[in-house]
């Protein structure tokens, strides 16, 4: 990532402080959506594959309802994933800067394999919908109205090579889609996972050695059940909530449809909330040394309190066989997914906090450097100068190594260019005083130095 590299811009420790809530903004947008559009479009996938094996039609229904539901809107895999990877590639470029890490590398993978794959699974729900309506226009057997001519007809052997051909395309489109989600994802949670060891920056690994480490393996199983809950709770919430009057208004019909859902999401999503608290207590021993801290400890502790309520309204729903909780338990998830992104980053601050003041000093050294070539640098002290360099040699008064400034000041009077140019590269002008060394003075502290004995030089006349 070399020519990130050039873009990066020297910051100011308040600039990366800023950098890392922006940071923790875009996690806390792509992470749930990410979790969401691979979970949803790899139930689509499995259930669309098993509803044509088994003829099972409450599957293919639910297969199209869920990838209808995941790509409502084609804005939003750019609000809430393009934008947010493209912020991490900038902002972790930013922050870890001359780190010699990978981790930029990772997200810009990622948002290469991102982009081909969100445009695989909108590929797969529109021939998912066209298959849809070719079966239900085969199946209906309309006819024109009369008086209506009747539209030309494909031959029946057309459009049933054209029904495989599109069928044909939904699935590979659907099964690479959410390949290159997986992929992407992985390589999301690894980067964020590697960016607070900073103990592997120093060290030479290769690119496959980084990717498959067991901190990012085991940062990525994790996640995946996180998927599972999401998912989970995503469906309930649709389903039971968000869609609540349309199902009750066709209650008898929608019966078996709903409980086959509810009895899936649920299974899954207790499964996943009582796997996760094992994950979270494990991480609090494989978290590296350095990013330790009482919040990273705080927060961990929070995270196992939402997931005992999470399993308490599962609980609920298992044992009453209601829908009542399914919009907490979704909003509950939301919460458990900001804390999990919130926690990493506190790992993240802790971890680079070395990296963080040098990165912080360069930006202080780079602008001192522009100000003193510009002349706005901080105010200089002619006498200090003196004191430290001139005042073993030469006296206002008398004669020591050098001469007697009162001797030789008056011929620069009204001439402070010729002095500054003396004093910069000093040249033998009195055989009877040894030639003066140069001192390597900067611009602004020959002209302090200059108009320092100048100053005083009048007092003593």
Excluded at 176 to 194: D, E, T
Excluded at 295 to 317: E, K, Q, T
């Amino acid at each position: 990532m070399e020519f990130l590299n050039r873009l990066v811009i020297p910051q100011s420790a308040e600039n990366l402080e800023l950098l890392r809530y922006i940071l923790i903004l875009a996690l806390v947008l792509l992470l749930p959506y990410l979790a969401f559009l691979k979970g949803v479009s790899l139930y689509s996938v499995a259930f669309n594959l098993l509803g044509r094996r088994n003829g099972n039609e409450n599957y293919l229904r639910f297969s199209k309802d869920l990838i209808d539901v995941v790509t409502f809107n084609k804005s939003i895999a750019l609000v809430l994933g393009i934008i947010p990877i493209l912020s991490l590639i900038l902002i972790y470029s930013q922050l870890l800067h001359a780190s010699k890490m990978g981790v930029v590398g990772f997200m810009f993978t990622a948002g290469l394999l991102f982009v081909p794959a969100v445009v695989l699974i909108y590929s797969y729900k529109y021939t998912f919908n066209l298959d849809w309506l070719l079966s239900m226009a085969s199946s209906s057997g309309n006819t024109p109205a009369e008086g209506v001519p009747e539209e030309p007809k494909m031959e029946r052997s057309e459009v049933e090579a054209f029904t495989k051909s599109n069928l044909r395309v939904s699935r590979r489109s659907g099964i690479w889609g959410v390949i290159l989600l997986f992929m992407a994802s992985y390589f999301v949670i690894s980067g964020i996972q590697l960016s607070f060891e900073p103990d592997m920056w120093s060290q030479k690994h290769t690119f496959f050695g980084l990717i498959f480490s067991m901190s990012a393996i085991y940062k990525y199983i994790f996640f995946l059940i996180s998927t599972v809950a999401a998912t989970s709770g995503a469906i309930l919430f649709y389903f039971f909530s968000w869609k609540k009057q349309e199902a009750e208004a066709g209650e008898a019909k929608e019966d078996r449809y709903r409980n086959e859902i509810k009895r899936f999401s649920l299974i899954s999503g207790i499964w996943a909330v009582v796997v996760l608290p094992v994950f979270i207590l494990l991480s609090l021993f494989m978290v590296p040394h350095g990013a330790v801290s009482d919040s990273f400890f705080g927060l961990s502790l929070l995270i196992l309190f939402i997931l005992f309520a999470l399993g308490h309204f599962y609980y609920m729903m298992l044992k009453q066989s209601g829908v009542n909780y399914s919009a907490s338990i979704f909003f509950l998830l939301l919460i458990f997914f900001v804390l999990f992104t919130v926690n990493d980053q506190v790992a993240f601050s802790y971890a680079t906090q070395r990296h963080e003041l040098a990165l912080a000093s360069n930006y202080e050294a780079i602008v001192k450097e522009k100000m003193e070539k510009a002349g706005k640098g901080p105010a200089i002290s002619g006498k200090d100068i003196f004191d430290g360099r001139c005042s073993a040699c030469h006296r206002f008064d008398r004669v020591l190594v050098g001469p007697a400034y009162k001797n030789v000041l008056p011929k620069y009077e009204g001439h402070r260019d010729q002095l500054t140019a003396f004093i910069s590269n000093p040249t033998k002008k009195d055989p009877a005083f040894p030639p003066m060394p140069n001192q390597g003075l900067k611009p602004r502290e020959v002209e302090a130095i200059a108009d320092y004995i100048m100053k005083t030089y009048k007092q003593y006349k």
